[in-house]
């Protein structure tokens, strides 16, 4: 039975979609909703599934943090809540499939947050994208972590200082998201884009997945000595090895990984 709140989840294939269900408080990440969402991240992580697919129901896709969860507060229930979100963002980048985010309305704050942790995302036309606390009193410290990796320092700063909400173009622009479709085509864009990122070996895409995340923002130096243990330590997998096979010999793969 479905925990009162709790995100909606559903296997369709090989896909997991987790929606999140509290279109009436905004889909806002209280302190139950992120040890919610943690709990099927976690969970869809150890299923056979190639693909995940974060969505939210209503009228904006996430609204952030709960204030009620800060809002007179001790300093160290406020570091426990961040650090529990941060566990969220970094659970969604460690599980071995493709997590797509499918976003069809507002994303701020650290629900922005959570659209710039996922591997993929796809935005409706009606979607935008803000970290607002640039124009108010608690700045998007945390939030700004995963969002600066995903659009630079000048377009991250635009976005921290201001605190304006982007479209969704603009969002594609500048590297938050991966396509924009009008709302009534989100769906099938969302099948298409996490279709495409899915295919071949599990196991190969996986461990290709946690690497990139390993590498990225490191000295080049750096990167390429994680990245030549890898990439060679993956060659004996047998989904490569079936991969090279297949090329030579000319056939249609197998994957059995």
């Not at 479709?181 to 990122?197: K, N, Q, S």
Request: glycine letters at 10%; hydrophobic letters at 45%; aromatic letters at 4%.
């Amino acid at each position: 039975m479905q925990e009162d709140g709790a995100p909606r989840v559903d296997r369709d294939g090989d896909t997991i979609c987790i929606t999140m269900t509290r279109g009436p408080r905004r889909n806002a990440l209280a302190r139950d909703h992120l040890r919610q969402l943690l709990a099927a991240f976690t969970a869809a992580g150890g299923t056979d599934a190639t693909g995940i697919v974060l969505a939210g129901e209503g009228p904006v896709f996430s609204a952030g943090h709960d204030f009620r969860d800060v809002r007179d507060r001790p300093v160290t229930e406020v570091r426990s809540l961040l650090a529990l979100c941060t566990e969220l963002m970094e659970t969604i980048q460690s599980v071995p499939q493709v997590v797509l985010a499918r976003v069809h309305a507002l994303a701020t704050a650290a629900g922005c947050q959570l659209v710039a942790s996922c591997d993929l995302a796809v935005a409706a036309e009606s979607a935008g994208f803000a970290a607002p606390g640039g124009k108010g009193g608690w700045f998007c410290h945390t939030p700004m972590v995963a969002i600066a990796r995903n659009v630079g320092r000048k377009r991250a700063m635009e976005l921290a200082l201001t605190g304006d909400v982007i479209d969704a173009r603009t969002a594609l622009d500048w590297g938050l998201v991966n396509r924009v479709v009008p709302d009534d085509e989100l769906d099938a864009a969302v099948r298409d884009l996490l279709g495409r990122a899915t295919r071949g070996s599990r196991a190969s895409k996986a461990w290709g997945k946690q690497t990139m995340y390993a590498q990225l923002d490191r000295p080049e130096r750096d990167a390429y000595g994680i990245a030549v243990e890898v990439m060679a330590a993956a060659s004996q997998l047998p989904g490569a090895r079936e991969g090279m096979a297949s090329f030579l010999e000319k056939r249609p793969p197998v994957w059995t990984d």
